[in-house]
């Protein structure tokens, strides 16, 4: 079908894109579990397959919805989000300058830590809070990779993609964000400038906390590109056929769960701001938050679904308070359909920068009642 583009890209997704399988009619697509595939009596492929580490069918439906998801020109898969952050600073060389937040998803800055050891790639860490220290971070000539999230993960600093964009293009670096967060539903980074855009798809995409995957989206074909799908041929951080299945089963209610969870945890953020047993509530979705006036134009339908409590005394009261609760589940992870809370300090490690008294909660799609009711039966335990 063809009259694609005047369609609603929520429409598109809910059908993979009018997927129907050409052999059966059937509207969810078969599974194909092979690893090696035959040549002909010339010796020539059957098909354009011929070993599942470089290419199989199970990912090329789920990659062609990633690109359209996020309007790139090509998405690839990975088997968790942190094979594709790899895959990705695979093409930075020695001698070059990464920028990154402070803040940031720990994994991925762990990674860039280990890099810049291992291979003399200068990192700088900016403070995420105001633009201009980004523009003070990068080098002219020297900086390759200016790599972001908005919101930052955990305190929801919300960094203009534009403007770093228009920072990284200017001193001849690129912009890769990281897009787990708001997912493509609110925003799409490459529309507002970036280059790439990744993905923990183990997040909102998949949305059930039972696959792992990560999703590269790039603006355009070029020879990083060319460089990532190679890498990911031969380090094999692959994605498996069923997980490939059960990702592209569960991102078509995307959008119904990333709405219903915004709009629970605008309601949750609103319930508890001013709140005396609570610091603080971090939530891009508030008059309040410092990011509002950024995330109402860059997050055009809902904040997303995760918020942070800053709460009074320490970190012991937040341990307690995330282990009474009878509702949210103390878990980390984010994006799926059961809400989890979580006392980041604890699981980030040494290098964490993430206050003590800070408890990420990450809200499903359960009776938005019910989850406010849990934190206040909890707060009031306390
Ligand atoms: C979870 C997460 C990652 C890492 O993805 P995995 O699928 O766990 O490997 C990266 N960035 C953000 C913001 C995340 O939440």
Redesign the pocket.
Known sequence: MDNDKEESLESRVVQACHYIDELTGGVSPPLQFSTTYARDSEYEYLSKFSYSRSGNPSWELLEQVCAELDGGAEARCFA??????CAFFETVNSGEHVVAPRI??H??QDWLRRISEKRSIELTLFDASDIENLRRSVEPGKTTVVWI?SPV?PTWEVIDIAAAAAIAHDAGAILAV?G??ASPVTTRALEHGADIV?H????YFNGHSDV???ILVTAEMNARWDEIKLVRTLTGGVLGPFEAWLLLRSMRTLFLRFDRASESALRLAQHFEGDSRLERVLYPGLESHPGHEIAKRQMTRGFGGVLSLLVKGGAEAAKRIAGNTRLFVPAT???GVESLIEHRASVEGPHSAVPQNLLRLSIGIENCQDLINDIEQSLEAL
Do not use: C, P, Q
Request: aromatic share 8%; charged share 10%.
């Open positions: 968790s989000g942190m094979a594709a952050v940031m998803y994994g991925s999230e993960n990281d787990t967060v990744f923990s798809a183990t997040k792992m995957a990560g992870s984010l994006g």
